[in-house]
């Protein structure tokens, strides 16, 4: 799970974290208490953040 924030932080200067959040089918809310430091459950995504990244950038 921290991947994908992570994804979104990289990516947000780029895209809307709205518009991210909303993709990758994740709470806005989750990722600003991420982003904040609150502990967030780190499950494994299938397939990784690499196939996240060429999945959404292209």
Not at 3 to 24: D, G, R, S
Not at 26 to 48: H, K, M, Q, T
Request: aromatic share 14%; with cysteine; glycine share 6%.
């Amino acid at each position: 799970m921290s991947e994908m924030y992570a994804f979104i932080e990289a990516e947000k200067t780029i895209h809307p974290v709205a518009c991210l959040c909303w993709l990758l089918k994740e709470n806005r809310s989750s990722f600003y208490n991420w982003l904040a430091g609150a502990e967030v459950c780190d499950i494994p995504e299938p397939g990784g953040s690499s196939s996240l990244r060429q999945w959404f950038v292209g």
